[in-house]
């Protein structure tokens, strides 16, 4: 072909389809071996409809590379709670957190993405969108952490709980990657994310708890994802709760899926059956009877 000769239109989309699960899958890989967060941040190309990663093979990355500004270590200091807001050190402190817990997401669902190539096309489109909205998220606190006069580094070592249960997640495979990022952690931050927003609004801060109310409308349909999801992966299941029980890895329960204020509108919103949103509301942790809960 010449220099100045184009390829037949017809010729085009046939080249599409395998050059889209690629390009997303190297920009995946990114996510978790570049250790730079602008990196980790960048988007992801979009997947067409009906377009999955099935027959692919799959990458097992177990651990994110991470920069020394948002490495990550074992302890972290203490949340600061709502009513200690009106000290911008403090409020400086839960925006670096919250920023930390959307990259740790994204990190995750990466992992996800990658180890199992052979998920239905619909339901790895929406691990993609929900990817995207944990970037979005981040770029949203980071940006309220910059207002602050403050940066990640200064958190640094950011606590690694979520990664902590990675291993968990590859042992249990897709449900349990499901139960616990969609049904236990964004679950519970249903609760924690208008929480925070109060305080953040009693504190003066207006702008930072229009980005909770932001992350709380999100968080929703990422729920009702998850739970879709879980419907989808155990159909020989009958209930939430039951899909739920039979996926979540210990020690996380539904006692760790809710936080001090219960939103039940906001479950039922996510499409959430009443008896598993019964039983997360009353569930009570293994320090409190003496086992796993």
């Not at 990355?61 to 709670?81: H, K, N, T, V």
């Not at 944990?134 to 309220?144: I, S, V």
Request: net charge negative; glycine share 8%.
């Amino acid at each position: 072909m010449s220099a100045h000769s184009e390829p037949s239109p017809d010729a085009i989309p046939d080249t599409i389809p395998d050059a889209i699960p690629d390009a997303i899958r190297q920009a995946l890989r990114r996510i978790l071996e570049c250790g730079d967060l602008e990196t980790k941040l960048a988007p992801v190309p979009t997947l067409p409809a009906g377009v999955g990663f099935e027959g692919l093979s799959p990458i097992e990355i177990d651990r994110p590379c991470r920069d020394a500004e948002i490495a990550m270590g074992s302890g972290a200091e203490s949340l600061p709670r709502p009513g200690a807001l009106g000290d911008p050190r403090a409020r400086a402190l839960c925006l670096a957190r919250f920023a930390h817990h959307e990259l740790q997401a994204t990190e995750l669902l990466a992992f996800a993405l990658l180890r199992w190539p052979d998920l239905p096309a619909a339901l790895v489109r929406s691990w993609l969108s929900v990817l995207a909205d944990e970037q979005r998220h981040a770029r949203l606190y980071l940006a309220r952490l910059h207002a602050h006069d403050a940066c990640l580094a200064e958190h640094a070592p950011h606590s690694d709980y979520f990664w902590k249960h990675a291993g968990a997640m590859a042992a249990g495979g897709p449900p349990a990657f499901l139960a616990v990022l969609g049904l236990t952690l964004e679950q519970a931050n249903l609760d924690f994310s208008l929480l925070y927003r109060d305080g953040f609004r009693a504190a003066g801060d207006e702008a930072s708890a229009r980005v909770l109310e932001v992350v709380h409308r999100d968080e929703i349909g990422h729920v009702r994802m998850a739970a879709h999801g879980l419907r989808q992966l155990l159909p020989e299941h009958h209930g939430d709760r039951a899909r739920y029980e039979a996926s979540v890895p210990f020690p996380l329960s539904a006692a760790r899926a809710k936080g001090r204020r219960f939103d039940a509108a906001a479950r039922r919103r996510a499409g959430l059956e009443e008896e598993f949103i019964e039983h997360v509301r009353t569930a009570r942790s293994s320090t409190e009877h003496g086992g796993r809960s």
